[in-house]
């Protein structure tokens, strides 16, 4: 399984980048799949799931500025990032989300996508 995250960078507070995450190695439309995120000196966290109906679920700290998306005829996941705040810094990463593994079903992470949100 190869989860490739994209689409961070530099970005100054209130901007809107759009992550990507085109992962391989598993069946992607049967499975829901999550945006997390870890921050410096934190555990990594949930932010964004989506399930293959499209039902999405969002942690309280992004709720109302992220949008989770994902297109499964291109097996990929998108996270629409909008008003970002300097706390949103963190990297990013997809993962497939389910039951027994909420926190990430496989453990090839990647390297994900570093956000960095300037003031």
């Known amino acids: 399984v190869q989860l490739q995250a994209s689409g961070g960078g530099l970005v100054q507070a209130g901007g809107s980048p759009r992550l990507s995450c085109h992962p391989s190695?598993?069946?992607?439309?049967?499975?829901?799949m999550g945006w997390y995120r870890q921050a410096p000196g934190k555990q990594r966290e949930l932010v964004a799931a989506i399930a293959p109906g499209h039902n999405t679920q969002y942690s309280d700290s992004v709720k109302g500025r992220f949008t989770i998306s994902r297109d499964n005829a291109k097996s990929t996941v998108y996270l629409q990032m909008n008003s970002l705040k300097p706390e949103d810094t963190a990297v990013y990463y997809c993962n497939a989300k389910t039951a027994t593994s909420p926190d990430g079903a496989f453990p090839s992470w990647g390297q994900g996508t570093q956000v960095t949100v300037s003031s």
């Open positions: 190695g598993f069946i992607f439309r049967a499975n829901h």
